[in-house]
């Protein structure tokens, strides 16, 4: 592999054991879009404790999502902060996913919390704003389009200089942008709607005591195939400005 068509995704968590089995996990999701973009990829896992290669190493960076909560400060996560602040400095470009959006505003000076109106899960509409038109990355999506998503914490406040590119009314952070290369996304764009409906068919009883239907949102789960485009197209802005 050479380092300007290797894109680095960088794991933060697995998904559960049932999942994994059978469909893969976060990293082998994200990896076949980025490959379909046409990226060598190779896997660093967060949670080792070991260093992560210099950002300017690799053609790009993707972080995954997880089940931890970048709230909990854990030791591995905030060890990225000072990394990732590197990254975003030397205009690696960077796609943060769920919690590596989360924790990319964390690591920029952004605010992570839970959401105040708990889960959002299931097969969501997002709005791009009009900042997205020229956007290098969410500019070819429609105005709305459909996204996979499961998140209770969120981005309550962007980090400074952070440009807002997508929201619906109940997560208003759900893609931004800082500087030239740097994006985070609370939405999924490796998910598939299999995936998603194999997460809620563990999760009725946690959404029961939210008020929420899980078998009704598993009905009204859909492809998303505008959202599963942002990783090849996130590969290809990578591989370009390596060139």
């Known amino acids: 592999m050479t380092a300007a068509r290797t894109l680095l995704i960088v794991k933060t968590g697995s998904t559960h ?19 379909e973009g046409g990226a060598e990829v190779v896997v ?31 030791p591995w996560s905030e060890a990225l902060v000072p990394w990732l602040q590197q990254a ?8 943060g996913i769920c919690y590596g959006h989360q924790l990319l505003a964390h690591a920029l ?19 791009r704003h009009a900042a997205a038109a020229q956007d290098p990355l969410l500019g070819d999506l429609p105005d709305a389009f459909d996204a996979q998503a499961t998140h209770w914490q969120s981005v309550r406040r962007l980090p400074p200089g952070a440009v807002l590119l997508a929201g619906n009314a109940f997560e208003p952070h759900h893609a931004f942008r800082v500087g030239r290369n740097a994006w985070g996304v609370q ?29 009704q949102i598993a009905a009204a789960l859909r492809p998303t195939p505008e959202a599963a485009s942002v990783l090849p197209r996130f590969a290809r802005l990578a591989l370009a400005s390596a060139e």
Request: net charge negative; charged share 25%; no cysteine.
């Open 17 to 35: 054991d049932h999942i994994r089995e059978r469909l893969g996990d976060f990293d082998d999701w994200i990896a076949a879009g980025l490959r």
């Open 44 to 74: 660093f896992d967060a949670r080792s404790g070991a260093t992560p290669p210099p950002p300017e190493t690799v053609a790009g960076i993707v972080l995954t999502g997880s089940h931890a909560m970048v709230s909990e400060r854990e």
């Open 88 to 95: 975003v400095q030397a205009e690696t470009p960077v796609l």
């Open 109 to 127: 000076g952004g605010e992570v919390a839970h959401h105040p109106g708990g889960v959002e899960i299931g097969t969501v509409s997002v709005q």
């Open 187 to 215: 939405f999924h764009p490796e998910f598939s709607d299999e995936a998603l409906r194999s997460y809620l068919d563990g999760l009725g009883p946690v959404l029961e005591r939210e008020g929420l239907d899980a078998p």
